[in-house]
């Protein structure tokens, strides 16, 4: 177990938007940061950054947290992983407790692949350097590549012994278990044998976002007819292939600050080029392109380049690619080799002002590129011609911004020198023709909808949770703040008259809160609010000083997780950039105390309501009989509601 002072140093350390910006894109909105939902998919940000709360807020899927939570919720880390890896991130020294016997069984399965992994990543690497074997062959291989051992290091390349199952009995030495090299496709199992899948392979790591080891990738070096060029991990609980890019660890920041990214082909494409000095560079590691891949990149850049080989199968690999990239509402630009070079062989032929050179000089927007198709092609062909320009407009159609979609019609026209009606028409049937199922859909629902209820009503709002909510919201923002505030009383005059006069009393907020809700008697509604109002209350009674990050430490996940939904809430408005359109949201902080009495005010009034309706439903049953008694709460329970009514300046019918 990890030590809490190593605990404590870590969340000292933390600076949230620093973490979070390593796998999303932030961009500063006011004091806050906001960017693209890394959990689910979309266009326009809904992802919120607090660095004065410390806290992150997903809206589009409603997750949110500290900096652990995020890591814990977008690299599935465990809590105790979350801690290393912030700790290494602020190089901190972690100290750790030994572990019972019933914690190490604890951990789950998933952790164990992970653990599995790295070992075997480690088990590689030193194979490579350390063995005649790995050294005579592997570090062969990759030096006459051109790798140097810098580099080899920074991807942690490795090799695989050449015999049935080094791998596999070395971890089982150690205390692997085989059940998870096998999950993770490392060991192949066949009746009372064990063989390694990689055996007399050079090897690459392919890690997620965060750095840690998801799969292999295994190139073989003999000329065996029978086996496969390349070598995958199978698909795993940890290793999506469709759902990873090869280099994205390594690449990611660069991405960001670039704002573009680089996508090749293979692994020894990424490394030459970051050996090369261009560093925004990943690789679909040999598959097709996958709309998930395109959303890893998103999160960090809106711009890809897409590099492929001079020849025909590179040109139909980058042609794949595009519509998949511009359906994800991202920019595209292609960018081919001189015949018989690709990615690899170019950057380490050239200099990173060479090679930067060339990129920007030869990447050319998707229309262009398709363009230079057609004099290779077409030539004087017009039956070419004609189906290039409709595969183009096809393409524009993936496109979902309107406005892009027009601007390219025109380029689109301009340089096929097709004119632009003729090319709207085509886009309109095409869109047509993609959205025929889509619209009938639609239109389905919506004659269902206006059959059901021709004028559907509004969502009632549930007034009380709004203000359980906001009681807590103020308690966790203000609960500890000395303030001034004003009560009407009901007071004696001079004719010995009841009469509500102003009175002024200093209290803390969390004071106020709780001596009024007392004096009624109230009790949540929600049990979870009722949960956590119960623990803030005996937080502010039993220590001087209230800090949300901590605080958010001690509690469960789920209670963690609703905190930052009620903290995150106003910060939702800064998305919609209400500013710029001449909106100003007040803040709360202008009058707190005003504030949180209206709160209570309201929520009392609420109560009261209720009770009242409660045993006028029950006159109304026959439940009880109307008495002096029963007539007698009633009219208590009104002269309560007017008080109430006039704390809130409200005008209230006496029934």
């Known amino acids: 177990m990890i030590h809490q002072t190593t605990i404590d ?53 409603g997750k949110g947290g500290n900096a652990v939570a995020f890591l814990m919720e977008h690299e599935h880390f465990t809590y105790p992983e979350a801690i290393k890896y912030l700790a290494k991130k602020y190089n901190i020294e972690v100290e750790e407790t030994e572990q019972t016997d019933e914690q190490k069984v604890q951990a789950d399965e998933r952790e164990s692949m992970y653990l599995v992994s790295e070992y075997a990543n480690t088990f590689f690497q030193n194979i490579l350097h350390k063995t005649e074997q790995g050294k005579a062959i592997g570090l062969t291989y990759f030096k006459e590549r051109g790798f140097t051992t810098e580099t080899i290091t920074k991807f942690g390349l490795g090799y695989s012994p050449d015999t049935w199952d080094a791998m596999t009995s070395e971890a089982i030495k150690k205390g692997y278990q085989l059940e998870f090299l096998e999950k993770t496709g490392l060991t192949i199992v066949k009746g009372e044998k064990q063989f390694d899948r990689f055996k007399g392979r050079v090897m690459f790591p392919i890690q997620s976002l965060s750095g840690r080891v998801l799969g292999f990738g295994g190139r073989i070096l003999t000329n065996e007819k029978k086996a496969a060029k390349y070598l995958n991990s199978p698909e795993s609980d940890i290793y999506h292939k469709s759902k990873v890019l090869y280099g994205i660890y390594h690449a990611k920041q660069a991405i960001a600050k670039e704002d573009n990214c680089f996508l090749v082909e293979g692994y020894t494409d990424v490394i030459q080029f970051h050996q090369t000095g261009v560093t925004n560079v990943v690789s679909s590691s040999g598959t097709a392109l996958t709309p998930d891949q395109i959303r890893l990149i998103n999160r960090l850049t809106k711009n890809i380049t897409v590099l492929f080989d001079g020849d025909a199968a590179g040109m139909r690999a980058a042609i794949r690619g595009i519509d998949l990239i511009l359906e994800q509402g991202m920019n595209v630009k292609v960018c081919s080799f001189p015949e018989g070079e690709d990615p690899d062989s170019f950057a380490k032929q050239n200099s990173l002002e060479e090679l930067t050179t060339y990129l920007n000089d030869n990447a050319q927007d998707f229309i262009r590129f398709k363009a230079s198709i057609l004099e290779k092609e077409s030539k004087n062909d017009p039956i070419k011609k004609a189906e290039l320009v409709r595969d183009m407009v096809h393409s524009i159609a993936k496109i979902p911004d309107v406005i892009k979609r027009e601007i390219y019609v025109q380029e689109c026209a301009r340089i096929m020198e097709v004119s632009e009606e ?135 996940p789920e209670i963690a997780s609703e905190i930052t939904t009620i903290l995150m809430n106003e910060e939702r408005h800064s998305l919609h950039r209400w500013v710029d359109m001449e909106i100003h949201v007040k803040k709360k902080t202008v009058s707190i105390a005003q504030y949180t009495s209206d709160v209570i005010l309201n929520l009392r009034r609420i109560l009261v309501a209720e009770k009242i309706q409660h045993i006028l439903s029950q006159i109304a049953s026959g439940t009880i009989e109307i008495e002096e008694a029963v007539k007698s709460e009633i009219v208590d329970y009104n002269a309560l509601k007017r008080l109430l009514a006039s704390k809130l300046s409200r005008v209230v019918l006496s029934k």
């Open 422 to 556: 003729v090319l709207f028409n085509t886009l309109a049937q095409i869109l047509k023709t993609d959205q025929k199922d889509q619209k009938t859909s639609q239109k389905t629902q919506a004659l269902q909808v206006v059959k059901e209820e021709a004028t559907p009503k509004a969502p009632k709002v549930d007034e009380k949770y709004e203000l359980e909510r906001k009681i807590i919201e103020i308690l966790l923002l203000y609960g500890q703040e000395q303030e001034e505030f004003e009560d009407l009383v009901l007071k004696e005059d001079e004719d010995g008259e009841l009469a509500l006069e102003p009175e002024i009393f200093s209290a803390k907020v969390f004071e106020k809160i709780y001596l009024d809700l007392q004096e009624d008697e109230v009790e949540f509604a929600n049990d979870q609010f009722k949960e956590i109002y119960a623990i803030l209350i005996t937080k502010f009674q039993q220590e001087e000083s209230f800090k949300v990050d901590a605080f958010m430490q001690q509690v469960a």
């Open 9 to 61: 140093s870590v969340y000292e350390a933390i600076r949230l938007e620093e973490v979070i910006g390593d796998f999303v894109q932030l961009k500063k909105s006011g004091s806050n940061y906001k960017g693209l939902s890394p959990f689910s998919e979309e266009r326009t940000p809904s992802f919120m950054v607090s660095p004065v709360k410390q806290i992150w807020k997903d809206f589009s899927s």
